[in-house]
T-cell receptor, first 116, second 118 residues
Framework: AQKVTQAQTEISVVEKEDVTLDCVYETRDTTYYLFWYKQPPSGELVFLIR??????QNEISGRYSWNFQKSTSSFNFTITASQVVDSAVYFCALSEAGTGRRALTFGSGTRLQVQP | GAVVSQHPSRVICKSGTSVKIECRSL??????MFWYRQFPKKSLMLMATSNEGSKATYEQGVEKDKFLINHASLTLSTLTVTSAHPEDSSFYIC??????????????FGPGTRLTVL
């Protein structure tokens, strides 16, 4: 069965620090998708990135970057030069293509607090 | 981009009443919609998968008679919490999977509905 683990429950940093959020996943499927979402206090999920299992290229988008390593089943997310507006709960999620389970399996989330 | 709406965004009701939550895909068709539940400071847990024109598939431990799901069209799914009790208070989020997205499985989330049962 699929599983997503976010071991960091809460992280607190000072503005301008870099921070990495860890995500480890488990799946027996060879074709799957990994996601990161941001959930601000309003509750609405903000889509950040989607990566398929065949694309191990790291990605950078502004201050955000993602490191996907199939060898360690990890999909880590780094925020460079963090800002107060980055404070939110971040979820890593997985969906499997081969098993037919189309719903996302979410990790437990990491609450990021960026202090001014 | 694809937009999913939920209505209402927030609802407060008395214990024993039923509450209906709507999930609509505004600019695309969705054969499948998913309903998630999120307790405070917890993760999102899948409750059920809703397929247009057929019965919903519920996750283990979710009472189908308690959480009625109807997916009457390719753009609308509804979740009715029947005889709501305080323990049903939660944040309910739907997502809609684009028709024809196949293994690519492209789906979008609604903004969520916060239910408070007094």
């Amino acid at each position: 069965a699929q599983k997503v683990t976010q071991a960091q429950t809460e992280i607190s940093v000072v503005e301008k620090e870099d921070v990495t959020l860890d995500c480890v996943y488990e799946t027996r499927d060879t074709t799957y998708y990994l996601f990161w979402y941001k959930q601000p206090p309003s509750g609405e999920l903000v889509f950040l990135i989607r990566r398929n299992s065949f694309d191990e290229q790291n990605e950078i988008s502004g201050r955000y970057s993602w490191n996907f390593q199939k060898s360690t089943s990890s999909f880590n997310f780094t925020i460079t030069a963090s800002q107060v507006v980055d404070s939110a709960v971040y979820f890593c999620a997985l969906s499997e293509a081969g098993t037919g389970r189309r719903a996302l399996t979410f990790g437990s989330g990491t609450r990021l607090q960026v202090q001014p | 981009g694809a937009v999913v709406s939920q209505h209402p965004s927030r609802v407060i009701c008395k214990s024993g009443t039923s509450v209906k939550i709507e999930c609509r895909s505004l600019d695309f068709q969705a054969t499948t919609m998913f309903w998630y539940r999120q307790f405070p400071k917890k993760s999102l847990m899948l409750m059920a998968t809703s397929n247009e024109g057929s019965k919903a598939t519920y996750e283990q431990g979710v009472e189908k008679d308690k959480f009625l799901i109807n997916h009457a069209s390719l753009t609308l799914s509804t979740l009715t919490v029947t005889s709501a009790h305080p323990e049903d208070s939660s944040f309910y989020i739907c997502s809609a999977r684009i028709l024809g997205s196949g293994v690519y499985n492209e789906q979008f989330f609604g903004p969520g509905t916060r239910l408070t049962v007094l």
